[in-house]
């Protein structure tokens, strides 16, 4: 397995001295051995937002801004988003500015995608909540077409183009990997049908069993083998680094090939989330 970590460009640790933060943190993953760093993703929330864990009144850098600047400062780690809310994305844009970091970055771009759920942040960009599967569905096949295409045409019930030219393409042949984030059955089956790989979340192992069992069935029946797919896992909800390591086999024995921190989990003081991020790296035998 190999590792990676969440960047801390959103909630408390954006309150100040943001570009440091992220700098240093993408700087030290790279210089620790960490294989990736991500970031997250939301546009807008609503004003009065409860039960969530990001407060409406803390920054949230925009995720594919922040790596673009980083493939200017890394020259190893690859960059990922983990997930881009794709239906209320516009597959064109979307396209140009992945594939910009990718040429920037020399190719390291790894895009993690999801279906969203906040229905305020629909709401205010005008798309209906109930569209977000069949975007998210067309928005990866655009995707797809505006990257390995000479000449790129696709025709769906929301985005339609004919005959155009988008360059640059990415530096990866044949593209980036598209994974898919989610534990919802519409999210497997984006994953088993569409997908490069998944990103599943959970506290343990067990949480994520079940769902994996799901994906192999769904894969097989898409006609696809569930061993090419690539198994990433955020332990979103783990109580504590030391469980994380502790389930660090268990991850490899279902199938995980890459686990990704969000240290945020554990601290909100950013000298304290640098430190677990080079101790997690010293416990695993990461290599500088």
């Not at 440091?20 to 294989?35: F, I, K, P, T, W």
């Not at 190719?107 to 279906?115: E, L, N």
């Not at 505006?146 to 593209?175: C, E, M």
Request: proline share 6%; aromatic share 8%.
């Amino acid at each position: 397995m190999d590792y990676g970590i969440v960047l801390p460009h959103f909630g408390a640790f954006a309150r100040e001295d943001v570009t440091h933060r992220v700098v240093a943190a993408a700087e030290a993953a790279e210089a620790l051995g960490y294989s990736t760093v991500w970031v997250v993703d939301h546009v807008v929330f609503p004003a009065k937002l409860e039960g969530y864990a990001f407060n409406p009144l803390d920054p949230m850098l925009e995720p594919m801004t922040i790596l673009a600047a980083l493939a200017m400062k890394t020259t190893r780690v690859k960059l990922g988003t983990a997930v881009l809310v794709l239906p209320y994305r516009h597959p064109l844009y979307t396209a140009k500015v992945l594939s910009t970091i990718d040429v920037l970055s020399g190719g390291r771009v790894v895009v993690g995608v999801g279906a969203g759920w906040l229905e305020g942040e629909f709401n205010a960009f005008g798309v209906p909540i109930t569209e977000r599967g069949s975007r998210t569905n067309e928005t990866i096949d655009a995707l797809k077409a505006l990257w390995t295409q000479d000449t790129a045409s696709y025709s769906g019930k929301h985005f339609h183009f004919d005959n155009i030219k988008a360059l640059p393409q990415p530096v990866q042949k044949p593209r980036p990997s598209i994974l898919v984030g989610g534990m919802t059955k519409g999210a497997l089956q984006r994953t088993a049908r569409r997908g490069d790989g998944w990103i599943a979340m959970g506290k343990s192992p067990d949480d994520i069993k079940a769902p994996f069992d799901a994906l192999c069935e769904l894969t097989i029946k898409a006609g696809r083998k569930p061993e090419d797919l690539q198994i990433n896992m955020l332990p979103l909800a783990a109580p504590s680094i030391d469980q994380v390591i502790s389930d660090l086999p268990r991850y490899q024995d279902l199938g995980v090939q890459h686990v990704y921190l969000s240290f945020r989990a554990w601290t909100a003081d950013f000298s304290q989330l640098m430190e677990l991020m080079a101790r997690f790296a010293r416990e695993v035998g990461l290599k500088t």
